[in-house]
Nanobody
Framework: QVQLVESGGGLVQAGGSLRLSCAAS????????MGWFRQAPGKEREFVAS????????YYADSVKGRFTISRDNAKNTVSLQMNSLKPEDTAVYYC???????????????WGQGTQVTVSS
């Protein structure tokens, strides 16, 4: 079992930056693929980014490439999402997640956090 707790959401103006963090706990948590999904009002939950347990394999959704950066610190069991050049369409609840496969982390992660709200004003 893996527990995930997000932090760092908030309100920011378009063009601004936010950094989300996720604290993970549980057995062998550092061996999991970690990532982020988001869900905007009235839309389906969508993949944002994922990072393998050693950080060697990283995926981003096309909509965030070049603006968002995912990273992890296995010593602290944390994963972060640095979000720059934010746009109003980035407004969503952001969910930290974990899975034991690269594909699972991008499609149907096994473990989810409660989510943190990110609101980008125009």
């Amino acid at each position: 079992q893996v527990q995930l707790v997000e932090s760092g959401g908030g309100l920011v103006q378009a063009g601004g930056s936010l950094r989300l963090s996720c604290a993970a706990s549980g057995r062998d948590v550092s061996s999991y693929v970690m990532g982020w999904f988001r869900q905007a009002p009235g839309k389906e939950r969508e993949f944002v980014a994922s990072i393998s347990w050693r950080g060697r394999t990283i995926y981003y959704a096309d909509s965030v490439k070049g603006r968002f950066t995912i990273s992890r610190d296995n010593a602290k069991n944390t994963v972060s999402l640095q979000m720059n050049s934010l746009k109003p369409e980035d407004t969503a609840v952001y969910y930290c997640n974990a899975d034991d496969s690269l594909t699972g982390a991008r499609t149907r992660p096994r473990y989810w956090g409660q989510g943190t709200q990110v609101t980008v004003s125009s």
